[in-house]
């Protein structure tokens, strides 16, 4: 009778410790680190100190009066104190009395100037992905409001929006419309800054646009044609699907852009007027550089406009990974 020797079971690897596997890590893959160290310290210095040291300010009570200072020889030493969520309390019941008007309004500016830069932007895109004569100019000319710096662009449509002597209030009476006063009056001041910042962002979502709609497999066009589809229902049942990793990313993006839209409202009306073109962003400016400046306030205002928008992208990409999963599954 034969007897089969079953072979000794292996012995499991001994962990490695956290501490020697660190080392390998570093030791083997030196070079990447090295050369995303320069980065990392430029974002600490940049980004993450500004916004733990801002974070530090909303919970004190830090005005330009009791702020550390030199005067000539003299030193004067802080004297704000630690007051914890007081500041927050104070934004968020209303109690500081200016903050759900802006929100209010910044959301209306940020709906308003995302859709029509994905509806123009979209439907600018479908044009020029046709062949036409002369498209690498309109392509060109096109694009050439996303080259312009927003500072010279606010100060451009300043002088066309101007009351007196303004291009379109001359415009307007050629055709026997009486002018209109674009920046002073509140309701046309917002209709002013909204048409400025769609002016300057369209250009990216068509850019963004057309490049998705390049993706887009022509046979799909050409099937779906064949099965008797409408322009339409191609659109709906081709385009739009082909679209959609390419637009969810630009609407985030535009709507994160849109929401911190500072040069626009800043340098086109400074808020005005009586505060009406004033987003959160701005006001939060004002606190902290006019008057007797807060800067307590102001950090409190940037520590809640950034939660919102880091809630909204994490809410938005969980939605847009539920379509897409329902969409495959």
């Keep these: 009778m034969t007897t089969t020797t079953l072979p000794a079971p292996a012995e499991a690897p001994a962990p490695v410790p956290p501490r020697r596997r660190v080392r390998g890590l570093l030791t083997r893959h030196w070079y990447a680190w090295a050369m995303i160290a320069p980065v990392v310290l430029v974002l600490a210095v940049l980004v993450l100190y500004p916004l733990a040291h801002g974070v530090y300010l909303s919970l004190t009570d830090a005005t330009e009066m009791n702020s550390g200072r030199t005067i000539g020889v003299n030193?004067?030493?802080?004297?704000?104190?630690?007051?914890?969520?007081?500041?927050?309390?104070?934004?968020?019941?209303?109690?500081?009395?200016?903050?759900?008007?802006?929100?209010?309004?910044?959301?209306?500016?940020?709906?308003?100037?995302?859709?029509?830069?994905?509806?123009?932007?979209?439907?600018?895109?479908?044009?020029?992905?046709?062949?036409?004569?002369?498209?690498?100019l309109y392509r060109m000319l096109l694009i050439l409001p996303w080259a312009v710096p927003p500072f010279v662009a606010a100060f451009g449509w300043r002088l066309i929006l101007n009351d007196e002597g303004g291009l379109l209030n001359a415009v307007l009476n050629v055709v026997g419309i009486p002018g209109v006063d674009w920046l002073g009056q509140p309701l046309a001041a917002k209709v002013s800054v909204i048409m400025v910042n769609v002016w300057l962002g369209v250009p990216f979502m068509m850019v963004a646009l057309l490049g998705g709609l390049q993706t887009v497999p022509k046979e799909l066009y050409e099937a779906a044609e064949v099965d008797g589809a409408s322009p339409w229902q191609r659109f709906r049942a081709v385009t739009l699907p082909g679209l959609r990793p390419v637009s969810g990313t630009v609407i985030l993006l535009g709507t994160i852009w849109t929401f911190n839209q500072f040069p626009v409202i800043a340098l086109l009306t400074g808020g005005g007027p009586g505060g009406a073109t004033n987003i959160l962003v701005t006001e939060a400016y004002e606190r902290a550089f006019q008057g007797i400046r807060d800067y307590a306030g102001a950090a409190t205002y940037g520590a809640i406009i950034a939660s919102m928008l880091v809630v909204f992208a994490f809410s938005y990409r969980r939605w847009l990974q539920r379509q897409a999963s329902e969409v495959l599954g």
């Excluded at 100037?113 to 004569?133: D, P, Q, S, Y």
């Design 75 to 136: 030193e004067i030493p802080a004297t704000y104190e630690f007051i914890g969520l007081e500041n927050y309390f104070s934004v968020l019941s209303g109690a500081d009395g200016a903050f759900y008007p802006r929100l209010l309004w910044t959301v209306q500016w940020t709906v308003i100037c995302v859709a029509l830069h994905f509806t123009i932007g979209l439907a600018l895109a479908l044009l020029l992905n046709r062949a036409l004569r002369m498209r690498t």
